[in-house]
């Protein structure tokens, strides 16, 4: 087997874990994928919705058998979010590379601040 075949083995499987731990295997998947094996941003975040799906429908059938699915007003979330990324997909598409590795960057950096900063500012809520 190929060493590369096994890096990227390893790649997803950190992914997997940290997608498993409520994380989002995106945020480490996209960015080894472009930094470590050189694969283009597009590239790197077609790899990831496409690896998404299996975990989705697992996580779904999951939460769907111990009954953790509320299913009111469901449709006035996934028919705004089904739009919204069809858009995004379609705008991120015509955009290069480059700067969608920036704005992908960009929302690592929030994402890590909101996560850093949101559990104190909740516990400082739940404490008044």
Not at 45 to 74: C, D, E, R, W
Not at 101 to 106: I, L, V
């Amino acid at each position: 087997m190929e060493i590369s075949v096994i890096l990227f083995v390893l790649a997803g499987v950190l992914a997997g874990i940290l997608g498993g731990m409520g994380m989002g295997g995106g945020t480490i998947l996209i960015p080894i994928l472009t930094i470590f094996f050189s694969v283009s941003q597009h590239v790197s975040q077609s790899i990831n919705l496409i690896a998404f799906v299996p975990m989705a429908i697992v996580a779904l059938t999951v939460h769907a058998k111990n009954k953790l699915i509320k299913t009111k007003g469901l449709l006035f979330i996934i028919l705004p979010a089904s739009a919204v990324s069809l858009l995004a997909s379609l705008l991120s598409n015509s955009l290069d590379g480059e700067l969608l590795k920036k704005f992908f960057g960009a929302f690592l950096v929030c994402l890590s601040v909101v996560e850093l900063f949101l559990p104190k500012l909740l516990r400082r809520i739940k404490n008044k």
